[in-house]
């Protein structure tokens, strides 16, 4: 069993992180999950859902651990915990801005940092547009030190029918980014 972060911030598009999680948790990985306070007042505004409903839900899938983001003594806020990878989706620019310059005010942002100090796989997501010139040297910053930006835009080149298919186009794009094999939607070619 592999072990991956998931991380929610504030930004809109929640259930891209809740949905990779749970595409995770089917393949039978554990998840450690973090989410900033926003992240979860977002969350709840976007899907009608309490983290807590999120948790039970994802606990009947597979084993999720849910991380209190306040508390620096969780695993994952050390380089000596193994994972395999960490995504953060969405990716809010506060903290793709803080990630880029090494601040750490919350697990997440630790959590990320540990991932690029390591050389672990750090996917972010962001979910921001127009994209200010400092949003984008943070952007840039963060892939030169090996982080994956994975903006959440969907193709359309797969005819989507409905929203789903259009969330399920990202969350192939992260699981394909983590090496993770995949049918959430037709890949291009095929």
Same mark, same amino acid.
């Given at each position: 069993m592999? /072990?991956?972060?998931?991380?929610? *911030?504030? @930004?809109? $598009? &929640?259930?891209? +992180?809740?949905?990779?999680?749970?595409?995770l948790?089917?393949q039978?990985?554990?998840?450690?999950?973090?989410?900033?306070?926003?992240?979860?007042?977002?969350?709840?505004?976007? *899907?009608?859902?309490?983290v807590?409903?999120?948790?039970e /839900?994802?606990?009947?899938?597979? /084993?999720i651990n849910?991380?209190?983001? =306040?508390d620096l003594?969780? %695993?994952?806020a &050390? +380089?000596?915990?193994?994972?395999? $990878?960490?995504?953060v989706? %969405?990716?809010?620019?506060? @903290?793709? +801005?803080?990630m880029?310059?090494?601040?750490?005010?919350?697990?997440?942002?630790r959590?990320?940092d540990v991932?690029?100090?390591?050389?672990r796989k750090?996917?972010?997501?962001p979910r921001?547009?127009?994209? !200010?010139n400092i949003?984008?040297?943070?952007?840039?910053?963060? &892939?030169?030190?090996g @982080?994956?930006?994975? %903006? @959440? !835009?969907p +193709?359309f080149?797969?005819?989507p029918? &409905?929203?789903?298919d259009?969330?399920n186009?990202?969350?192939?794009r992260?699981?394909?980014s983590? =090496?993770?094999e995949?049918n959430l939607?037709?890949?291009?070619?095929?």
């Amino acid at each position: 069993m592999k /072990k991956y972060i998931v991380g929610i *911030t504030g @930004a809109s $598009g &929640s259930i891209y +992180g809740i949905r990779a999680a749970e595409e995770l948790l089917k393949q039978n990985n554990e998840v450690y999950l973090t989410i900033t306070d926003n992240g979860k007042k977002v969350m709840s505004y976007e *899907t009608g859902y309490e983290v807590g409903d999120i948790i039970e /839900k994802l606990k009947n899938i597979g /084993k999720i651990n849910l991380c209190n983001n =306040n508390d620096l003594f969780e %695993p994952i806020a &050390s +380089g000596s915990f193994k994972v395999e $990878g960490m995504v953060v989706a %969405p990716c809010s620019m506060s @903290a793709a +801005g803080r990630m880029a310059n090494g601040i750490s005010l919350n697990l997440l942002d630790r959590a990320a940092d540990v991932c690029i100090k390591e050389k672990r796989k750090l996917i972010l997501v962001p979910r921001e547009a127009p994209l !200010s010139n400092i949003h984008l040297e943070n952007m840039l910053k963060l &892939s030169k030190s090996g @982080a994956v930006i994975l %903006p @959440a !835009s969907p +193709g359309f080149y797969i005819k989507p029918q &409905s929203v789903d298919d259009m969330i399920n186009f990202i969350v192939s794009r992260i699981l394909d980014s983590l =090496n993770i094999e995949n049918n959430l939607c037709k890949k291009w070619g095929a």
